[in-house]
């Protein structure tokens, strides 16, 4: 592979370096990618006429769940989604896994600052009960790098709760992640005034819970934790890099990851800010694999570099994309 393509992808600093880099990997993946190169095929695209980002076609997510979505044999990892028995699952062959610690290393860097200057406690459940985690994967890293006295929380909360009134009282800077179910779980059992404590939700109810609306969900887990704001990790198995929202579900990307909305009733159209329609996202960590995705999520743009997510797509909504995977 042309090394020259993962060469600048971290170090993308403006829109115009990401769309070249983006315009190069759509070349690239349109050639050596079996699955993306059908796709485009069979929608009478030409690679050689696609010369703007607004003219890639993105790949329906469901993909990942029927195909090996790569673009070379070697795999150093495979990364599953979570689902109930006997649901298909999504896979990722992560043909350089490196390329997924630069990601997320640089992104939480970015956002947040130096992991090794945190607390990190992760209360995530669902996700180290089962294997092939990408989520379970990079908070094993990142643990690793942070304080002592870091580390994952089953279903202990008083143990939790424990740490969390230590850590306050000795100032120490502290991140909790969770899977929003588990947070609330926890929040039911246990209250705590901690107003320097950040609280990133992620992962939602995994069928534990009723779905509740992004702000009822935040107030109570603001009420419950004592602090001003909850964040937000947005980022899946098909994706190697993440949005992240300090507050009111407002998603930035890093640089080298952008969110496009599509049309809902025609999935080859983009719209603008403003207006909901489903999230299509372009990830150039997805060298190896692709990075061009039409997720199944309902979102809309709020501004240059933010995006919310309202919700997901129900079978009925998704016939457009369902049309393009026939």
Same mark, same amino acid.
């Given at each position: 592979?042309?090394?020259?393509?993962?060469?600048?992808?971290?170090?993308?600093?403006?829109?115009?370096?990401?769309?070249?880099?983006?315009?190069?990997?759509?070349?690239?993946?349109?050639?050596?990618?079996? !699955?993306?190169?059908?796709?485009?095929?069979? $929608?009478?695209?030409?690679?050689?006429?696609?010369?703007?980002?607004?003219?890639?076609?993105?790949?329906?997510?469901? *993909? *990942?769940?029927?195909?090996?979505?790569?673009?070379?044999?070697?795999?150093?990892?495979?990364?599953?989604?979570?689902?109930?028995?006997?649901?298909?699952?999504?896979?990722?062959?992560?043909?350089?896994?490196?390329?997924?610690?630069?990601?997320?290393?640089?992104?939480?860097?970015?956002?947040?600052?130096?992991?090794?200057?945190?607390?990190?406690?992760? $209360?995530?459940?669902?996700?180290?009960?089962?294997?092939?985690?990408?989520?379970?994967?990079?908070?094993?890293?990142?643990?690793?790098?942070?304080?002592?006295?870091?580390?994952?929380?089953?279903?202990?909360?008083?143990?939790?709760?424990?740490?969390?009134?230590?850590?306050?009282?000795?100032?120490?800077?502290?991140?909790? !992640?969770?899977?929003?179910?588990?947070?609330?779980?926890?929040?039911?059992?246990?209250?705590?005034?901690?107003?320097?404590?950040?609280?990133?939700?992620?992962?939602?109810?995994?069928?534990?819970?009723?779905?509740?609306?992004?702000?009822?969900?935040?107030?109570?887990?603001?009420?419950?934790?004592?602090?001003?704001? !909850?964040?937000?990790?947005?980022?899946?198995?098909?994706?190697?890099?993440?949005?992240?929202?300090?507050?009111?579900?407002?998603?930035?990307?890093?640089?080298?990851?952008?969110?496009?909305?599509?049309?809902?009733?025609?999935?080859?159209?983009?719209?603008?800010?403003?207006?909901?329609?489903?999230?299509?996202?372009?990830?150039?960590?997805?060298?190896?694999?692709?990075?061009?995705?039409?997720?199944?999520?309902?979102?809309?743009?709020?501004?240059?570099?933010?995006?919310?997510?309202?919700?997901? *797509?129900?079978?009925?909504?998704?016939?457009?994309?369902?049309?393009?995977?026939?």
């Amino acid at each position: 592979m042309n090394s020259s393509l993962t060469k600048d992808i971290f170090t993308i600093k403006n829109l115009h370096g990401f769309e070249q880099k983006a315009l190069e990997v759509f070349q690239y993946q349109a050639v050596h990618n079996p !699955i993306y190169k059908s796709f485009i095929e069979h $929608l009478g695209i030409a690679p050689s006429d696609v010369v703007r980002v607004a003219q890639i076609p993105f790949l329906p997510i469901s *993909f *990942f769940k029927q195909h090996a979505v790569k673009t070379s044999d070697k795999t150093e990892q495979v990364f599953s989604s979570s689902g109930t028995t006997g649901m298909q699952t999504s896979k990722h062959y992560v043909h350089n896994v490196g390329l997924y610690e630069e990601s997320y290393r640089s992104a939480f860097n970015l956002f947040y600052g130096d992991i090794s200057q945190y607390t990190l406690l992760a $209360l995530l459940p669902s996700y180290t009960e089962r294997e092939g985690s990408a989520l379970i994967y990079m908070v094993d890293d990142l643990l690793q790098q942070a304080q002592a006295g870091s580390g994952y929380y089953l279903h202990n909360h008083k143990e939790l709760f424990e740490t969390l009134e230590n850590l306050k009282k000795l100032g120490k800077p502290t991140i909790l !992640i969770g899977v929003t179910y588990a947070l609330l779980d926890f929040i039911e059992q246990f209250s705590i005034d901690f107003p320097e404590l950040i609280v990133m939700e992620t992962g939602g109810m995994k069928g534990k819970r009723k779905e509740l609306i992004r702000e009822e969900l935040h107030q109570a887990l603001c009420t419950g934790f004592g602090v001003a704001n !909850i964040h937000s990790e947005y980022g899946m198995t098909e994706l190697l890099s993440q949005a992240y929202s300090i507050g009111e579900g407002l998603f930035t990307c890093p640089p080298w990851m952008q969110v496009y909305i599509r049309d809902a009733n025609d999935p080859l159209q983009l719209i603008g800010a403003g207006k909901t329609g489903g999230i299509n996202i372009i990830d150039l960590a997805n060298v190896h694999s692709c990075a061009f995705i039409a997720t199944q999520d309902l979102g809309k743009l709020t501004g240059p570099k933010q995006f919310e997510v309202l919700g997901r *797509f129900d079978a009925s909504d998704i016939r457009g994309c369902n049309l393009l995977v026939q």
